[in-house]
């Protein structure tokens, strides 16, 4: 299925939660907060949110330094 991360189309395969996808794109969890189609989704329910087809999900990370 087609969905779409900050601005991109990617391909998923059906049932994907959002912590699933995050550890197939190798993205740690503690640095990043997810927007799914303009909502903020709370980290303790990224285990149970399983994307939808044509879902817009953005990854804000984290950054430090100055």
């Given at each position: 299925m087609q969905i779409s991360i900050n601005g991109?189309?990617?391909t998923i395969t059906d049932n994907t939660t959002i912590a699933q996808l995050l550890k197939q794109l190798?993205?740690?969890e503690r640095i990043v907060?997810?927007?799914l189609?303009?909502?903020v989704v709370k980290k303790d329910t990224w285990a149970n949110v399983c994307l939808q087809e044509n879902d817009k999900l953005e990854l804000l990370q984290f950054m430090s330094g100055g």
């Open positions: 991109e189309c990617q190798q993205v740690e907060a997810i927007s189609n303009a909502n």
